[in-house]
């Protein structure tokens, strides 16, 4: 029988305005996760593992709020996950697709019902996220993965060659050769579900680190999975040091793929890695990235004055500034400066910061002590350059959470330190340009940073919109016209960069299912030759 997965649609995101039925879910949900500490095995070969280290987890936002511990790996349990991968594999790769697609989109409904608070609730507390960053992360975003990547591995196994007469060509859409080793990130608990994920619905078996301060979330998304089906092996959690990890499984000979976000500098060590020890490994290894950004908003001088502060507020400060996506760079129009300011200024003396159950709340904590020393550390050498100025912001506090307030920065030397560096953080660099220098500051924007992963441009006239397109065309893989650089959406804008921001093979898209897949060409022909000989030979 030949099966069609249901037409995927992007999950709506809900309001949780007051006196919602969804908001009285919520409420209830984040009293039911505080009061209840969790305690997070690793899950090998579908089996509970733990160790004899534990590790507190607590809120960003709240010190004293105790989430629960996890228990620490090292070598022997990253040999074990490795083990109980290629143990699974063989039967996993042998599930009829429609049985592997049935479980993940069985995991999106149970995410986007059932267990959306819990999802939301664990995502708010354990990384620090307001009720809407959580929604369109950890519910929407993710069901979307799992919906829209079903429905991509079966648009894939359609993809099939021509056949002649007497021939029946097709494609094997063949998982890789080997065991994927997925790394993800803290700001995002749908990129933690996909990265997993993805190869998995091919066919492959999947070692799994998250980031430290994630794995919180992590245990509710493994919880999902192994309701919804999950066989034993097929995703295993490990929570390892990265050293352990980078000795030990980047050196197996079995390692077939990597599926990573994450800092640059980590990616360029783990590809340098592979590099080192590319002639070990049963086949070539799959390397799929996404690191680092200095994402910029650019505006000329036709564009809207307050359409443009409300694109950098949001995109720079939304979460913290801890997007991979976030504006940290912008360049403005001497013209518009003025009202871009007075605008921003106004609204960041409205912004409240806090604890994530108080709603009114728009900013909330930096991820984890680490964070906050890295981006309060440039926030001083901030205030000691005397090229740059701060508009608003600069304060911090790391009681009771790691609190950063929005900063604004004008910048004198579009070639500053300040934007070029990638923070990570509510930080927000400015350079005004004079207006007559719009063509030549849009060289300057292509060239300053290493990175390209989003950008914007703002203008009312079409043609500079059109020429600003094309000369940052290899600037940002993500590039938006009169809107923030942020929030795309599964199906919809698929996500990824180039330059020293990854690999851009655009999650949520079928570049990167196909990732994930080793096809072998079969070539049938259904009435063999009888003579050797060829027409030409005869007499």
């Known amino acids: ?164 007469k007497n021939q029946w060509n097709r494609l094997d859409y063949r998982p890789l050769d080997g065991f994927v080793f997925a790394v993800t990130p803290f700001n995002f608990t749908s990129i933690a579900g996909n990265l997993p994920t993805a190869p998995a619905m091919m066919g492959n078996t999947v070692v799994w680190k998250p980031a430290s301060s994630a794995v919180y979330s992590a245990h509710f998304v493994m919880k999902i999975l192994n309701m919804a089906g999950l066989p034993p092996g097929v995703i295993n959690l490990v929570t390892a040091r990265g050293s352990d990890v980078g000795k030990f499984i980047l050196t197996d000979l079995n390692l077939s793929g990597i599926h990573f976000t994450g800092s640059t500098s980590t990616f360029q060590q783990m590809w340098k890695t592979v590099g080192d020890n590319i002639a070990k490994y049963k086949s070539y290894p799959r390397i799929v990235g996404e690191t680092g950004g200095k994402d910029f908003i650019f505006a000329h001088p036709s564009a809207h004055p307050q359409q443009v502060a409300v ?99 004008e910048v004198k030397n579009p070639k500053s330190w300040l934007m070029e560096t990638e923070l990570f953080g509510p930080i927000v660099g400015v350079y005004v340009y004079p207006d007559k220098e719009f063509e030549k500051t849009l060289e300057l924007c292509d060239q300053t940073s290493p990175y390209a992963l989003t950008g914007s441009i703002f203008s009312g006239d079409r043609q500079k919109l059109a020429y600003a397109s094309e000369k940052l065309r290899f600037s940002a893989g993500n590039f938006y016209l009169n809107d923030k650089c942020t929030a795309a959406v599964v199906g919809q804008q698929p996500f990824g960069g180039s330059r020293a921001s990854g690999t851009n093979d655009k999650a949520g898209s079928i570049l990167n299912m196909i990732r994930w897949t080793s096809p072998r060409a079969i070539k049938e022909t259904l009435a063999p030759p009888l003579d050797y000989r060829y027409p030409f030979m005869k007499n």
């Open 311 to 409: 694109a950098i507020l949001r995109a720079g400060f939304e979460y913290q500034g801890q997007k991979c996506s976030a504006a940290s760079r912008c360049y403005l129009p001497e013209s518009l400066w003025g009202e871009i300011k007075d605008q921003l200024s106004k609204w960041a003396g409205e912004l409240k910061m806090g604890d994530v159950e108080d709603f009114e709340n728009f900013i909330n904590a930096v991820i984890d002590k680490p964070a906050f020393q890295k981006i309060t550390a440039a926030i001083e050498k901030i205030k000691q350059d005397d090229d740059l100025d701060i508009i608003f912001g600069g304060n911090y506090q790391d009681t009771p959470g790691w609190f950063i307030s929005p900063t604004l920065v």
């Open 1 to 164: 029988m030949i099966y069609s997965v249901p037409e995927p649609k992007n999950e709506p995101i809900l309001s949780y305005a007051p006196d919602t039925p969804e908001r009285m879910k919520l409420l209830s949900a984040l009293k039911k996760l505080k009061a209840n500490p969790v305690e997070v095995s690793m899950i090998i070969g579908g089996q509970e593992v733990k160790t004899k280290e534990k590790v507190n987890m607590t809120a960003p936002h709240n010190h004293d709020l105790i989430l629960g511990y996890y228990y620490r790996g090292g070598e022997a349990e990253i040999r074990q996950a490795i083990a109980a991968a290629m143990n699974a594999k063989e039967t996993w790769a042998g599930m009829a697709w429609q049985d592997r697609a049935a479980i993940f989109l069985k995991a999106a409904e149970l995410i986007s019902g059932p267990f959306r608070e819990e999802m939301n609730a664990a995502t708010m507390l354990g990384q620090s996220k307001n009720i809407y960053q959580a929604e369109i992360d950890a519910v929407c975003e993710l069901a979307d993965f799992f919906r829209f990547n079903a429905y991509y591995m079966q648009e894939i196994y359609k993809m099939q060659p021509y056949s002649p």
